[in-house]
């Protein structure tokens, strides 16, 4: 079990930046970490991914805007959100699971999952 705990959202104007922050509650070198958003009515989509070889991805529309990382130290899963948009305006969730070296895209193979953190951003 690991349990996950997100921070940094807020609201931003559109060009700004946040940093998003997920703690875990144990060491997550061998888990593979996501990042997903949920806007108003729409459904949760995979934001950024980061493979236990370091690998990322990322969704189309945050290419070039978002950074995912990871401190393993400190176990902490980071979202740097920069030319922010207010499209962008969602509740971001950490999601993290060990079964899998390389992400799943879909959000149904996620085992553990944080509170999420709301981000808005204003035009």
């Known amino acids: 079990q690991v349990q996950l705990v997100e921070s940094g959202g807020g609201s931003v104007q559109a060009g700004g930046s946040l940093r998003l922050s997920c703690a875990a509650s144990?060491?997550?070198?061998?888990?593979?970490m996501a990042w997903f958003r949920q806007g108003p009515g729409d459904e949760r989509e995979g934001v950024a991914h980061?493979?236990?070889?370091?690998?990322?991805s990322y969704a189309d529309s945050v290419k070039g805007r978002f950074t995912v990382s990871k401190d393993n130290a400190e176990n902490i899963l980071y979202l740097q959100m920069n030319s922010l948009k207010p499209e962008d305006t969602a509740m971001y969730y950490c999601?993290?699971?060990?079964?899998?070296?390389?992400?799943?895209?879909?959000?149904?193979?996620?085992?553990?999952w944080g509170q999420g953190t709301q981000v808005l951003v204003s035009s």
């Open positions: 999601a993290a699971d060990s079964r899998f070296s390389r992400c799943p895209r879909t959000e149904n193979f996620f085992s553990f």
């Open positions: 144990t060491y997550t070198y061998n888990y593979c």
């Open positions: 980061l493979d236990i070889d370091g690998s990322t």
